[in-house]
């Protein structure tokens, strides 16, 4: 079961580029396919870790996010770059060290939405629905225009019916 959902975390975890200079606080901007959002002065490490991970290139972006942290100070860059750890082990799936490091961007960053995506996408791989409706449901009250929230919260409700109908199947057979 949760490996067949597991299928959609690449879509589901947008990463967050870090560059010099930051819009409102928890603002999305668009791009390519989906959106980002644009945090702190500059670490160069977390830079190119969130390019590296946008460009597939995961354990580089994973390796260059980690050495950013020998030099960042700024909490708000943290996060972000927690964020993404989260997404990059979420694509190795690699669940425990993915959901530690969004539990540490959501307590540095309540605010930034990406990690509660990010979190569900985790959520949804182990089959915890529930705890990835919660998730995606306090991000959309962050950001209630996010096209990838939106996104993953109808995915996930979908997926969440599908289960249910097949086990009320299973109970009647």
């Keep these: ?65 980690l050495e950013g942290f020998k030099s960042s100070a700024d909490p708000f860059e943290a996060a972000a770059a927690h964020s993404n750890l989260c997404g990059g082990y979420a694509l190795l799936r690699q669940w425990a060290e993915a959901l530690e490091h969004c539990d540490t961007a959501i307590t540095l960053d309540p605010a930034n939405w990406h990690s509660y995506n990010n979190r569900a996408a985790i959520y949804v791989a182990r089959g915890q629905y529930g705890l990835a409706l919660a998730d995606l449901r306090h991000g959309l009250e962050l950001a209630p225009q996010s096209s990838t929230l939106l996104k993953s919260l109808s995915v996930v409700e979908h997926n969440q019916r599908v289960l249910d109908k097949r086990d009320r199947a299973t109970l009647r057979s």
């Design 1 to 65: 079961m949760a490996e067949s959902c597991g299928s959609h975390l690449a879509w589901l975890i947008p990463f967050v580029a870090l560059a010099a200079a930051p819009p409102s606080h928890g603002q999305e901007l668009p791009r390519g396919a989906g959106s980002e959002i644009v945090l702190g002065t500059g670490n160069t490490w977390f830079a190119d870790g969130s390019r590296a991970l946008e460009e597939g290139r995961v354990a580089d972006g994973i390796r260059l996010t």
